[in-house]
């Protein structure tokens, strides 16, 4: 193993297994906050101190029960693919080993996307997975490194948990690491076994329990006709991250779409120098390949994903179809476009508080629930798991269905495609129905839910928070606001399954011509804050639904927003990082 830890203070002892253990005395380390998203940090940081991850992950162990509990129990591991993945995985089957598991499902070269970690974990009767990743977050030696745990069930760990951990990395005095003379082979698929089977490290190639799975929900013969077409082409970016491995077996293969439908399909430790987040701004070349007025050849569909492959973007030949749009859209259709739903029927819909409206509509046309939770997927999972919604989505580019319990970036392309292959089922050949058409439909039917979103990326901490705080005060009718303002309130939730209560999660401020707007500080960040805000207007529906320009509709509200917040005065930022 190439991680040295810094204490020598260390013994030798065996496990049942008879592999001999290596015991290391160690000490708490600050910075080890662990939320839902597990714990994200500059790679440096775990690179200049060894102990950084054992100590982590030594406290997940101990939080889970210790080896009373992880005795004879399965592990799933994989990742993102950024860099110090691999050596990270090195050390955590080193610790499995020495805290009792007795088997470790490892993705070929450590990969596997998050969605498929969901998936694998019941399907393996496994007690959890890890599941190494900062997500969207850039990579490399100077960019970020993350890992969080998802339960039994596929979904991410809840609060009580990620408390747990932090409470133990405060008092951990020791760490343990099973000695296997020598790094386990991780590049192919096969079985090491240790101790005459005792403790097995399973490599197991990282697309296929995952395409077993999609096959069951969607019907590919369609899709398979769908990329037949000679008037339709696709092309998704996969950003250099993990979903590359799976876009070219489902998409390039599978489908018959051709490897030249996927873009960046290798992944890369440093995810080519980019930045993984399937948005306007970081997946621009996708966004310039989708653009008629820049590419002659534009395909008529796009999707993008990111760093651990359950996020989505989707695009239309020449129009970007915002995750608001998008899941509504999922929904009208799942039950005649999708197999999974035309069997089980659409049980309700969830949407989180800063995704805008427009699932909404769809919930009332269809009679069944809508409910409005706050951000983070644990929420979603809990009334899954209650068997009250079947399909949700949060504006973060986060659409899925109780099909797993993670979101799922590939599931929501697929879904896609499989309305476009429902509406052009008997369509000539010249007479396709396209991304666009499919938008101005739905707008016409049910109103256009204008939204955008702007996010200040990397700002100082004190200064996010006074902004929150001084809007806090308009909430509490402590501070005055401006005459167009109807309402500021704080969201709160009360969840209608355990009745746990979620509060502090974010600010809403409806205006008096219909508008509303977010504001909430993001913990996906290494460093910093990030402040997001979101902003909605409704339009009513009528028979022509022009695609008018997002950014002229929404001027004076976002002006209104930006000047109520004082914006630039707080966090002394002229402009938004991103705008989505």
């Not at 029960?65 to 089957?93: C, E």
């Not at 409910?371 to 659409?399: H, Q, R, V």
């Not at 979101?407 to 509406?423: N, R, Y």
């Not at 500021?488 to 399954?497: G, S, T």
Request: proline share 5%; hydrophobic share 40%.
């Amino acid at each position: 193993m190439s991680q040295t830890p810094q204490s020598h203070d260390n013994q030798s002892s065996a496990l049942a297994t008879d592999i001999p253990v290596l015991v290391y005395k160690t000490e708490p380390i600050s910075g080890q906050t662990t939320g839902t998203s597990g714990m994200r940090k500059k790679t440096s940081v775990l690179v200049s101190n060894p102990s950084f991850l054992p100590n982590w992950v030594q406290s997940l162990f101990d939080a889970l029960g210790g080896p009373s509990v992880l005795s004879g129990r399965t592990l799933i591991l994989g990742g993102d693919g950024r860099f110090y993945n691999k050596t990270a995985a090195q050390t955590i089957l080193r610790m499995a080993a020495a805290n009792g598991f007795a088997r470790v499902i490892v993705g070929r070269n450590a990969l596997l996307t998050t969605p498929a970690v969901s998936a694998l974990i019941p399907a393996r009767e496994a007690l959890g997975g890890i599941i190494l990743t900062a997500s969207h977050n850039p990579a490399g030696l100077d960019g970020d490194w993350g890992i969080k745990y998802n339960t039994g069930s596929g979904a991410p760990a809840l609060q009580a948990l990620t408390d747990a951990i932090y409470e133990k990395t405060q008092k951990i005095f020791e760490y343990k690491l099973a000695d296997f003379g020598a790094d386990i082979d991780l590049s192919s698929e096969g079985i090491t076994s240790f101790a005459e089977g005792k403790f097995v490290v399973e490599v197991i190639n990282p697309v296929d329990h995952y395409l077993t799975m999609l096959r069951s929900i969607f019907d590919f013969d369609a899709l398979r006709e769908l990329m037949a077409r000679p008037d339709f082409s696709m092309l998704f970016d996969a950003m250099h991250a993990s979903t590359g491995e799976y876009a070219r077996v489902i998409f390039g293969i599978e489908l018959g779409a051709g490897f030249r439908a996927v873009l960046n399909a290798d992944p890369k430790e440093d995810f080519g120098g980019g930045h993984p987040d399937p948005n306007l701004t970081y997946a621009a070349d996708l966004v310039d390949a989708l653009d008629p007025t820049k590419n002659a050849d534009a395909p008529q569909f796009g999707a993008a994903s990111d760093g651990d492959g359950d996020r989505n973007m989707i695009l239309g030949r020449g129009v970007f179809v915002s995750p608001a749009d998008s899941v509504a859209i999922i929904a009208d259709y799942a039950s005649k476009a999708i197999p999974y739903f035309g069997k089980k029927g659409l049980k309700g819909v969830a949407r989180s508080m800063p995704t805008a409206s427009a699932l909404d509509r769809v919930a009332e046309e269809k009679g069944v629930p809508l409910f409005y939770t706050p951000t983070g997927w644990k929420y979603f999972t809990n009334l899954m798991d209650a068997g009250k919604i079947n399909i949700c989505g949060e504006e973060s580019f986060g659409t899925s269905s109780d099909h797993i319990r993670e979101k799922d970036g590939v599931w929501a392309v697929l879904a896609w495609l499989s309305i476009l292959a429902f509406e052009n089922r008997d369509k000539e050949v010249g007479q396709f129905v396209t991304v666009q058409e499919i938008l101005l439909a739905h707008w016409r039917k049910y109103g256009r839910t204008f939204n955008l979103r702007y996010d200040y990326e990397a700002v100082d901490a004190a200064d996010a928070e006074l902004l929150m705080l001084n809007l806090k005060g308009m909430a509490a009718g402590i501070v005055p606001y401006a005459e167009e303002i109807r309402r500021v309130l704080e969201f709160e939730y009360k969840d209608p399954v355990d009745g746990s209560v979620a509060s502090n999660q974010g600010i809403i401020v409806q205006t008096r011509t219909g508008g509303r707007v977010v504001f909430r500080l993001s913990g996906t960040g290494s460093e910093g804050a990030t402040l997001r805000i979101y902003f909605e207007l409704y339009e009513a529906p009528s028979a022509d639904m022009p695609n008018k320009d997002l950014n002229v509709v929404m001027k004076d509200l976002v002006s209104l927003a930006l000047d109520l917040a004082r914006v630039e005065e707080f966090i002394d930022r002229k402009a938004p990082t991103v705008i989505t």
